[in-house]
């Protein structure tokens, strides 16, 4: 305890100086927090392990084309196949076309069985799930929209699509919680008021969802899938359902590799800076570190309070700038979700944390070690010579 | 302090046995103490005189064990410094030497209690124990008024009397000044030379002080002089 506090009164001596460093490390662990953070977070995009059993069937030549309903029996039969949910991005904004949400119509039926994970958080009661299967114009939407929209069950909910000519009055029927927060920015309502209100909708849909029986029949059920379409009026494509929103942040993946680059430059010059200041610092000291020696400290003691205060100091900086990124996370969050689902789910992950953390301590420790070795290794004589 | 300083005259405190110190440049060296026998007795209070450079801070330094000879034998406050290791002889001038420095030497960012109290931090005492030694030892400098003034809020001969505190507060048996008031002008050079001869005569505390000032070395019982690094000639100092 009086180390501690005696190192923090050492650290008034150059404010400048502390608060150099103090800064450098701040921006230093935010840079590589967030990048980490980001990393994570399309990583478990890519990687989503409730996907693993699921696959995604669409039409070859893009996301503008729809598939015959007919496929729906087809996918069904295939021994590999569980059960299977037609997907229609529907693409629809609430009052105001900034308030950008994911919306789909959706078979109301195999929906909660294909999204088993997703919907499986919620506690949705078998009363509130006939409900919603009754009311064709019933909707369900996920906690975190619902918070955000403050909408309540049984309040209705005007959309207005973009992509389909039609604007749907629905009833909330269920508000669903989900583990992951961009499951929960989600509004499905039934396939047959899409079909209903858009001709060329009826009888095609733009995706199917199948869910397998086991992660291990996926590879054989895409082939044979695609083979049996192949040559069709509308041939399909295929894909795991990690790969297939990964097709989503690819962009992105390609922007964080150039984030990655940047950010490791500033690191090292971070670091850098980080070493130089604090070699800086300890030289600047010599005379005082000669001065505790003559007074009894041991060479290990003065090596361990130099090394301490660098610790602190950096630590406090990993500190704050760890703070900062989980203010900005928190930030980034509802701006960037609005224009990219996934970000729903940034935040700062624990092992984030540990490692940012570490790397602080880290240069304050590589940093303070050599300058502090070098001043102790200097005879007491040297250092309290004046003049 | 509190009188354990002041043990009976039994022998010397420190016992020099045909010292040499030399310094080397690359392959070259330089010799600066030869053969120097030297006692000096409990209780006693010298200053060590000499033109510059003839080896005056050398020999206090190994005296005061943050140098080590290259040749000889040293016992002082009943240690044979050569048989001590660096952090044994670390250990050793916590406990037995008080320094006083002619710059002062405090730590500017403590203010004057947490300066004095810098030896003490490697003691085992606790806060109060600590506190009650430090307020003590700023007492007998006058400086009680001073405690929380930082060192660029105190005079040069305040500074020096802070620093004068941090070299009791352990209650050493051994001062040791090097140029004590060669950065002060005469009257508060003189007070702090008042004060070291109060700490030798009321608290018996032995004095080893280096100066090359006549008015300085008068307040010593005993005058040593160096020349070209041998030992000239001791005298007494007749008050
Ligand atoms: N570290 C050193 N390296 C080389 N020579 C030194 C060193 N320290 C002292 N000397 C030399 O030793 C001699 C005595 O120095 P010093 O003891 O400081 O003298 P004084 O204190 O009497 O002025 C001087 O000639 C000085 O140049
Ligand atoms: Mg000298």
Redesign the interface.
């Known amino acids: 305890m ?2 501690i506090a ?1 190192v923090l ?2 650290m ?2 150059s404010k400048l100086r502390t608060l150099l460093i103090l800064g450098t490390m701040t921006f230093g662990v935010l840079v590589v927090a967030l990048l980490l953070s980001l990393l994570t977070t399309l990583d478990s995009v890519a990687n989503n392990p409730n996907s693993t059993n699921r696959i995604v069937v669409r039409h070859k030549s893009g996301l503008t084309q729809v598939l015959p309903r007919s496929y729906e029996a087809y996918l069904k039969q295939q021994p590999e196949v569980e059960t299977v949910c037609g997907l229609q991005w529907f693409g629809g904004f609430y009052q105001d076309p900034g308030n950008f949400f994911a919306n789909f119509a959706s078979d109301e039926e195999t929906l909660f069985q294909v999204f088993r994970e997703e919907f499986g958080a919620s506690g949705i009661t078998e009363e509130q799930l006939k409900e919603y299967i009754r009311d064709g114009s019933g909707c369900i939407v996920g906690k975190a929209l619902a918070d955000k929209f403050g909408w309540k069950v049984g309040d209705t909910v005007p959309l207005t699509g973009t992509i389909f000519p039609i604007s749907p009055r629905l009833t909330i029927r269920v508000i669903f919680r989900s583990p992951k927060p961009s499951d929960e920015n989600v509004l499905h309502f039934h396939t047959k008021l899409l079909e209903e209100g858009v001709p060329r909708m009826k009888g095609r849909v733009g995706t199917y969802f199948v869910r397998t029986k086991s992660p291990d029949d996926i590879p054989r059920l895409i082939e044979r899938v695609d083979r049996n379409f192949a040559n069709s009026a509308s041939e399909t494509l295929s894909e795991t359902e990690n790969s297939f929103n990964l097709s989503f942040v690819k962009m992105l993946g390609n922007i964080s590799v150039l984030l990655q680059g940047i950010s490791l430059v500033v690191l090292v010059a971070l670091i850098f800076v980080a070493f130089s200041t604090m070699a800086m610092a300890i030289r600047e000291r010599t ?2 570190i000669s ?11 003065v090596m361990g309070l130099v090394i301490l205060e660098g610790l602190v100091l950096t630590g406090a900086g990993g500190a704050l700038g760890l703070g900062l990124t989980w203010l900005l996370a928190a930030v980034l969050r509802p701006v960037m979700g609005s224009i990219f689902p996934f970000f729903q789910d940034f935040n700062v992950q624990t092992g984030t944390m540990l490692l940012c953390m570490g790397g602080a301590l880290a240069v304050g420790l590589l940093s303070t070690f050599m300058p502090a070795y070098e001043a102790v290794r200097k ?3 040297e250092g ?1 010579k ?1 003049l | 302090m509190n009188g354990e300083g002041i043990l009976p005259q039994e022998g010397a405190i420190i016992i020099l046995r045909d010292i040499a110190k030399s310094y080397w440049r690359e392959t070259l060296e330089i010799p600066v103490l030869h053969g120097i026998d030297l006692e000096i007795p409990r209780g006693g209070y010298y200053a060590l005189m000499g033109p510059s450079g003839s080896g005056k801070t050398t020999l206090l330094n190994l005296i005061a064990g943050i140098d080590r000879p290259t040749g000889g034998t040293l016992q002082v406050c009943g240690f044979e410094l050569n048989d001590l290791d660096d952090d044994e002889l670390a250990g050793w001038r916590n406990q037995f030497v008080g320094f006083i420095f002619q710059n002062y030497n405090l730590v500017p960012v403590l203010n004057a209690f947490e300066n004095v109290e810098l030896p003490l931090l490697l003691s085992g005492l606790s806060r109060r124990e600590r506190r009650e030694k430090v307020e003590h030892a700023l007492e007998l400098v006058n400086l009680t008024d001073r405690m929380l003034n930082y060192p660029r809020q105190l005079s040069g001969g305040q500074e020096q009397r802070v620093a004068v505190a941090r070299a009791i507060v352990t209650d050493p048996e051994l001062l040791v000044a090097d140029e004590p008031t060669g950065a002060l002008d005469s009257k508060n050079a003189e007070e702090v030379l008042q004060l070291m001869e109060r700490l030798n005569q009321d608290l018996g505390k032995t004095i080893v002080i280096v100066t090359h000032d006549p008015k300085a070395a008068h307040h010593a019982r005993h005058q040593i002089h160096l020349e070209k690094g041998l030992l000239d000639k001791t005298i007494e100092v007749n008050r």
């Open positions: 009086k180390w005696f009164k050492s008034r001596r005379t005082e001065v505790f020696r003559a007074l009894g400290f041991t060479a290990q003691r005879p007491i004589t309290l004046t």
